[in-house]
């Protein structure tokens, strides 16, 4: 299945949090979207891994996703070894995604930045021919994608890009708020976490808002790139 852009997330509610306007606003533009979790989130504060697997698949609705895989790797403590390379060079040779989107370089949660390595590594590798990976016992092509955009994500970053995602704000914290076992709910009784309070979604708001206001939009998602991107003409720009 070939799809214009992959976005992946060490953790489900990793891409809602942190690009999922971005998301929509392409494919509003007629772009296919699928999404990969590396993990189940099972080491998660609240909630269970059957919890966030149903919450996903519902951000992924309220996203528009083609697709929501997970490559099931283990929570805290995936590497980035041959083994997961591989594994992720074999879905990256399936969905031959012409973008990935993944996590920040560096962040709170280790796994963010071990994810963006591991990511980033194995897209390298998946375009070398010498790498052999097989589907459904066929030797797959080799691919590799135009471009990796790491999303900003706990930790301040200086953005290299800002997509305007204004009129998908709502939407955007619609798919947030699918996952009920990890965000603010009164009702609930699980022990709470940073991203768990009222507060939390105020500081989220009011990041895209701050980003928007650099690039002169209601709001904004943040990204790093891994190198400098071109544009035809300088109007492309804002």
Not at 163 to 172: G, H, L, R, T, Y
Not at 196 to 203: A, P, R
């Amino acid at each position: 299945m070939k799809i214009d852009i992959l976005a992946i997330g060490a953790h489900p509610d990793d891409v809602e949090l942190s690009c999922s306007g971005t998301l929509m606003r392409h494919i509003s533009f007629g772009k296919t979207v699928g999404m990969l979790d590396l993990t189940r989130g099972e080491l998660g504060t609240r909630g269970n891994a059957e919890q966030r697997r149903k919450e996903a698949a519902e951000g992924a609705r309220i996203i528009g996703a083609r697709f929501r895989d997970n490559m099931e790797f283990k929570d805290g403590f995936f590497e980035n070894n041959p083994e997961h390379q591989l594994r992720l060079i074999a879905r990256f040779r399936k969905y031959c995604p012409d973008i990935i989107l993944c996590n920040a370089t560096n962040d709170r949660h280790p796994d963010h930045g071990r994810a963006a390595k591991l990511v980033s590594e194995a897209a390298f590798y998946s375009g070398l021919r010498k790498v052999v990976t097989e589907e459904e016992g066929k030797e797959q092509a080799p691919w590799r994608p135009k471009a990796i955009y790491h999303y900003v994500q706990d930790r301040h970053m200086k953005p290299d890009l800002l997509i305007d995602i204004s009129p998908w704000m709502n939407q955007k914290i619609e798919s947030i708020k699918a996952y009920t076992s990890q965000f603010f709910n009164p009702g609930s009784t699980e022990p709470e976490t940073p991203i768990s309070t009222s507060q939390f979604m105020e500081f989220l708001i009011a990041r895209n808002r701050h980003h928007g206001r650099d690039i002169g939009v209601d709001f904004a998602e943040a990204f790093t790139v891994e190198r400098c991107p071109g544009v035809n003409n300088l109007f492309d720009l804002r």
